[in-house]
């Protein structure tokens, strides 16, 4: 797939953070109509074809015939709906597991180039006392997050650690309350403990769509996968609002 921040602009190496993370916003809304386009697409394909005549629920007065329309109970319409709960829940989300597994597996292409910024700079929107309560039930991510991570006493410290991606962080989140964090095994930009790093460290980033710092090598991967990661999300978040209508 070609670069999504092809536009125009400068290339994804001198293209400012803040600036890429624009370009995703402004072409969100598409791809989001997009992803309901084709989800809408693959569903009317089981639509009924004027069922009501052969229908045994009578005089039920509905005269539009939508996908989220209430239908009662031994209408074809909503034998309709069912098909498509089984549909998305089955073959269509399978797919979707194919394109996340092909999505990872070009991430491969990439190789860390060990600047640092990701262990001098981290960030969760949970506390570091959240953190180890969920470590405690149970929670992998956040176990090997407090094995690594500790938080940082101020701000101010965590912006002089890496200024670029701390302002690029605190104006994509103003909304929502973070924590910064940072692993003291790091040591210029080379990992103390490297062979026992635990599985959020070998699988950094875990996500296409990861506010990654500038000097992060895997910006290549994020940037040439971004629309299709994008379509994925919002194909994802498509799926549970039919369930959640339709169920």
């Known amino acids: 797939m070609e670069n999504f921040f092809n536009t125009g602009k400068p290339t994804q190496q001198t293209t400012p953070l803040n600036e890429q993370y624009d370009d995703l916003k402004d072409n969100y ?9 084709s989800i809408r697409r693959e569903v009317d394909k089981f639509k009924p074809e004027n069922p009501c005549t052969l229908c045994t629920v009578k ?4 005269q539009k015939k939508d996908v989220f329309t209430d239908y009662p109970v031994g209408c074809a319409y909503r034998e309709w709906q069912m098909q498509i709960l089984t549909f998305l829940a089955g073959d269509y989300r399978q797919k979707l597991k194919n ?6 597996d070009k ?10 910024n990701c262990c001098r700079l981290a960030v969760s929107e949970y506390s570091y006392e959240q953190l180890k309560q969920r470590a405690a039930r149970g929670d992998k991510f956040s176990r090997d997050f407090v094995s690594v991570f500790v938080p940082y006493k101020t ?6 650690a890496s ?3 701390f302002d690029l962080l605190e104006s994509t989140m103003e909304d929502q309350k973070v924590y910064y964090y940072y692993c003291p095994k790091l040591v210029g930009n080379e990992c103390s403990d490297y062979e026992n790093r635990p599985d959020i460290c070998k699988d950094y980033p875990h996500n296409p769509l ?18 299709q990661a994008m379509l994925l999300k919002a194909k994802t978040d498509i799926i549970e609002f039919y369930k959640n209508k339709l169920g």
């Not at 809304?29 to 386009?37: D, M, N, T, V």
């Not at 394109?99 to 990872?104: A, E, H, L, Q, V």
């Not at 991430?107 to 640092?116: L, T």
């Not at 506010?211 to 940037?223: A, Q, R």
Request: some cysteine.
């Open 210 to 227: 990861k506010l990654l710092p500038s000097t992060c090598s895997y910006n290549v991967w994020k940037n040439s996968v971004a629309k």
């Open 29 to 37: 809304q598409q791809i989001f109509i997009e992803a309901a386009e």
């Open 107 to 116: 991430k491969s292409e990439c190789e860390c180039i060990r600047c640092g």
């Open 163 to 165: 200024p670029e991606y």
């Open 155 to 160: 701000e101010a410290e965590a912006k002089l």
């Open 99 to 104: 394109t996340y597994k092909m999505i990872m």
């Open 59 to 62: 005089n039920c007065q509905i």
